[in-house]
């Protein structure tokens, strides 16, 4: 794995946002930023740098290619943590980046752990470039060991809706508590 920077050991749960590159991952960083200020966490945004192939063996790289693979991750980040600073202008935002090379979604579901939410888009770049098409999205909200955002096209980061009301599903059993109280 290659770390851009990362949270020390100790630290305070972040929250955790995914970006792929994709218009609804920058979307998803601007509503982390908010969460983050709006919580006082730090924010860490996450990319994987690997070839998401969906199903079978992956594919073999020359060092060019990895090389290639590595400089867009940069980009990614570097392009998401411009966009979650922009969304929160003026406010005091620890924002750290980190750049894996693992699927996307065991790296997230396994990085869960140790966030206080986990924010992802709802679509990626598509299934030849970064996964299939909400797989992961899908995959993190299923088996995620922290509350999960899935940030659909355009991010409500805006104050009028702030205000708004928050739409959350709940079934009735004690499964949908923490759900509810989150929301």
Known sequence: MSTKSQPSEHHVRPVLVAV????TSYQAAA???NEAVLH???????????????FG??????E???????????????EARRVAGAAVPDQNLTITTEVAFEQAAPLLIARS????????GSRGLGAFQRGLLGSVSRAVAQHAHCPVAVIHGI????????TLPVLVGVDGTANSVPALELA
């Open 155 to 162: 991010a409500a980061i805006d104050p009028v809706s702030a």
């Open 57 to 62: 063996p992956g594919m073999s790289l020359g």
């Open 31 to 33: 509503w982390a930023a």
């Open 64 to 78: 060019a290619d990895l090389e290639w693979l590595r400089a867009d991750a940069d980009r990614v980040v570097g």
């Open 113 to 120: 752990t140790d966030a206080q939410i986990l924010v992802v």
């Open 20 to 23: 792929d590159g994709s218009a």
């Open 40 to 54: 006082q966490l730090p924010l860490h945004i996450l990319t994987s740098g690997a070839l998401q192939t969906g």
